[in-house]
């Protein structure tokens, strides 16, 4: 527990411009909740170079799979962000800079897209469903006002399909735009069906 709860969190962060008493004060606040993690070993050849994930509160994590802390209490911010990482937009952005590792060096140097209020909701509720996926997560899904359980493999593909085309419109991405992204993308990663429903959502 002395390592989670590290004296000077983000110390090292390009981005931490916050105290680290206000830094560690969120460190501590999160360390029991789901947190945003995402794994470091990763390479601009896999079918995803970035993979995140909500994973459930009192759960410990390796080096290879650091975690974000948010400032901001609700869950919100943290499925939007979250929503932002998991997305295919971000994922060829993301395969311009990795080469084995996906560190918080290269993390930091990434661009998101700008996003008012009621996108950023969109996009946290569509990612909250993906990972509500059991009672793990009750605190989540209560907030965030979505269904708690599994999804079959339809509702899934819908709901990913759909936070692409809510990433791409944030970003100001045409249907051309998409096209050209999807060709990084082998069909075994990213299925016709799911090419269709995000180009669909663009257009």
């Not at 029991?32 to 993690?37: F, G, L, T, Y």
Request: proline share 5%; hydrophobic share 45%; charged share 25%.
């Amino acid at each position: 527990m002395d390592v989670v709860r590290k004296p000077r969190p983000g110390q090292r962060s390009a981005l931490g411009v916050l105290p680290a008493s206000v830094r560690r004060a969120a460190l501590l606040a999160q360390e029991n909740h789901p947190r945003v993690a995402f794994r470091d070993v990763s390479r601009a050849t896999d079918s995803r170079t970035v993979r995140a994930a909500l994973v459930p509160g009192e759960v410990f994590l390796l080096n290879s799979a650091p975690y974000l802390v948010f400032i901001d209490a609700d869950f919100t911010s943290r499925l939007a962000c979250l929503g932002v990482l998991n997305r295919l937009p971000f994922d060829w952005q993301a395969r311009r800079f990795v080469e084995t590792h996906l560190n918080f060096f290269i993390l930091e140097g990434l661009v998101v897209p700008k996003m008012d209020g009621a996108t950023a909701r969109e996009l946290a509720k569509v990612a909250g469903r993906l990972s509500c996926i059991d009672e793990r997560y009750s605190e989540v899904a209560q907030e965030m006002d979505v269904e708690c359980g599994p999804l079959n493999p339809t509702q899934r593909l819908s709901l990913r399909a759909k936070a692409d085309a809510i990433v791409a419109r944030a970003w100001g991405l045409r249907t051309t735009d998409v096209e050209l992204l999807l060709t990084d993308f082998t069909k075994d990663a990213v299925t016709e069906e799911h090419r269709h429903l995000f180009l669909n959502g663009v257009g």
